[in-house]
């Protein structure tokens, strides 16, 4: 009998954790950002160029960045901002439309969103942080004239990976050269606040602390004025991600082996350890409104949502197993280059598919810039280029940014001309293969 009480009790419990544990499938590409507002709804960017914003499971899809999306973050009122590769920070409607907030020369790595100041920051790769204007209203130190106030860009000694605001004056960047600087912006001043010595990625900031994580793997805790208060640096690295519950005092970092290390920050101590992935980093981390669930996304499709109370009982859920990390040995050199070079972006198949790029089905003997369905770039929109063997020999000898200047193609050179040769040999029968397949 007793013995019967303790399994039902078992079972009930197991139920429980597989019920809270969730996963939202529909992204083509890796999961680059995430963010949750009050009311529970995710968001996820994508290598995909796309953001999902989730309720119940079912994404509505924000298209408008020309490039993968890395970062987002929501408004008080519910209203997202996002970042992209395509340099540009964009505030979303609530119907789906985007406008351009500023634009930056270097890719967007993070967003932070000050209401009290009226104010998005935006670090990017191009050394500078927006401070980009929500409303005409607002932040008269920065905008004294109030009638159409521009983006302002303060320089940084080095790219920026990580932007926090501290009330509506004060922010605090994290630099590829190993600096957290802390900016006045009522006051136009600028001071470096921690020389840490390698790349800062990431940054949280409170009232009490400020924790940073850094390439070398390093997690630690500051006081407002630099000072030690806590470290917790593990032989795991670089540090990839962070996120802040207050009122459960527990802060998560990600990192590139794959690891959740979730913190209590009311007495400084590690809670849990937990390992998220099979294969790769943690790109990306948010807790649920209560504190309860972390949601987490790296090379995956999907964004994975676990309960905390529970991360002990599970298995790694993020398999990292992309298409390109075969093994060498089990694909010919073409498939090889397929996978390392275009796979992440494009698919073979005729099917719909989210990914970065069209479809390649029916490739050779197609004009570029005519997949109905594709937001192509204006290079290629009308382009009189004809896909054969020595356009695409040209596209990967000359690369994209040379051979169509203005393409939302990465750039993606092969070199040897054997490598170029099987590529395009690959193309043709995996091309050929689809389109034979559906007749």
């Known amino acids: 009998m007793q013995r019967a009480l303790i399994l039902a009790i078992w079972l009930c419990a197991t139920s429980a954790v597989a019920q809270d544990f969730t996963t939202l499938k529909g992204h083509g590409g890796p999961i680059m950002g995430i963010a949750v507002d009050g009311d529970g709804r995710v968001a996820t960017a994508s290598f995909d160029n796309s953001i999902g ?38 505030l979303w409607s609530e119907d789906g439309v985007s406008r351009v907030l500023g634009e930056h020369q270097g890719k ?3 967003v932070a969103v000050s209401t ?32 159409e106030p521009e983006p302002r860009f303060l320089e940084a000694p080095g790219a920026v990976n990580a932007v926090a605001f501290h009330g509506p004056d004060m922010l605090y960047a994290g630099t590829s050269t190993g600096e957290l600087m ?23 900031v409170t009232d009490g602390w400020i924790a940073y994580g850094a390439v070398d793997g390093a997690t630690r805790i500051v006081d407002h ?24 005092h527990q802060l998560a970092v990600g990192d590139g082996h794959g690891y959740i290390m979730m913190l209590d920050t009311a007495d400084w101590r590690i809670s849990r350890d937990f390992r998220a992935t ?15 669930t972390i949601w987490a996304g790296g090379l995956d499709d999907v964004a994975f949502g676990w309960p905390v109370a529970a991360l002990d009982a599970f298995e790694p859920g993020i398999s990292g197993a ?47 810039g005519t997949v109905p369905g594709y937001n192509y770039s204006a290079t290629l929109t009308g382009s009189p280029i004809l896909w054969d063997e020595t356009t695409v020999d040209a596209l990967f000898d000359e690369g994209p940014d040379h051979y169509v200047p203005g393409t939302k193609m990465p750039m993606q050179v092969i070199a040897a001309q054997q490598d170029r040769t099987d590529l395009i040999e690959f193309l043709k029968q995996a091309t050929r293969a689809s389109v034979e397949h559906e007749e």
């Open 322 to 368: 992309r298409s390109f990390l075969r093994p060498a040995e089990d694909m010919s050199n073409g498939e090889r280059q397929f996978m390392r070079k275009c796979s992440i972006c494009h698919a073979l198949g005729a099917d719909a598919s989210r990914k970065a790029g069209p479809s390649l089905h029916g490739l050779f003997g197609r004009r570029a």
């Open 278 to 292: 099979r294969e790769g980093p943690v790109w990306a981390l948010a807790f649920s409104p209560d504190g309860a």
């Open 225 to 248: 004025d630099g000072s030690e208060i806590a470290d917790f640096t593990l032989d795991r690295r670089p540090i990839l991600s962070m996120a802040y519950h207050a009122d459960t």
């Open 116 to 147: 009290e100041a009226g104010l998005v920051a935006s670090a990017s790769w191009d050394g500078t942080i927006g401070l980009l204007p929500l409303d005409a209203d607002r932040a008269p130190a920065l905008y004294p004239s109030l009638d």
């Open 182 to 204: 802390r900016y006045d912006l009522a006051g136009d001043a600028m001071l470096p606040l921690v020389r840490h010595g390698f790349g800062i990625n990431e940054v949280i």
């Open 108 to 110: 967007v790595t993070d």
């Open 53 to 90: 914003i989730w309720e119940g499971g079912i994404p509505d899809w924000l298209e408008g960045h020309a490039a993968a999306v890395g970062v987002v973050a929501f408004r008080s009122d519910g209203l997202l901002v996002s970042g992209g590769d395509d340099f540009s920070v964009r």
